[in-house]
């Protein structure tokens, strides 16, 4: 957001030509949100699931699948990001802090992930305890909303110097 409004004021971050280099790794982290959207959607549907039918026999193996592809897509890519795009766009936006914020970003969708992971760890019977429903819902609702934010920050602020036909700053 503080990008978007000093780019509105016409000053702040100036952004440069993108090598090819920079806009391959802008291509592979765009072409991977669709499966990152995808885990997000069966987020969502999990937590609504845990919300109006957590005693339901599929609710904890769901609940798991979707921990499961978190783990093993969303952090992944979101840890690949972190070593590989984020520093190599610093040059065109003018810092390393221009990413710091979506950094931080990645450290609480890690947080999120691993505390729907503890959920699961106390569920040995396959049965959500209706005390830990409220914080499980908590990291599921919340785990959407920053991912959900994330995603659109990135598309728009990073992905958006790949377009070729795009006003550089």
């Excluded at 795009?85 to 450290?107: F, I, K, N, Q, W």
């Excluded at 599921?140 to 036909?165: I, K």
């Amino acid at each position: 957001m503080i990008l978007n409004a000093l780019r509105a004021l016409g000053g702040g971050l100036r952004r440069r030509e993108v090598s090819p280099q920079i806009r391959q790794l802008l291509d592979r982290y765009a072409g991977e949100h669709a499966g990152v959207r995808d885990v997000l959607a069966r987020l969502r549907d999990t937590a609504d699931m845990v919300a109006t039918r957590p005693d339901v026999p599929e609710c904890v193996p769901t609940l798991r699948e979707v921990h499961r592809r978190l783990v093993d897509e969303v952090l992944p890519h979101e840890a690949a990001e972190e070593q590989w795009l984020y520093p190599a766009l610093a040059g065109p936006l003018g810092s390393d802090e221009a990413t710091s914020t979506m950094s931080r970003e990645h450290v609480e969708i890690s947080r999120l992930v691993d505390r729907i992971g503890g959920h699961l760890a106390r569920q040995p019977d396959g049965r959500l305890r209706a005390d830990e429903v409220p914080d499980l819902l908590a990291a599921l609702y919340g785990l959407d909303a920053v991912l959900r934010l994330h995603l659109a920050q990135e598309e728009e602020d990073y992905f958006s110097l790949n377009a070729a036909d795009g006003p550089q700053r």
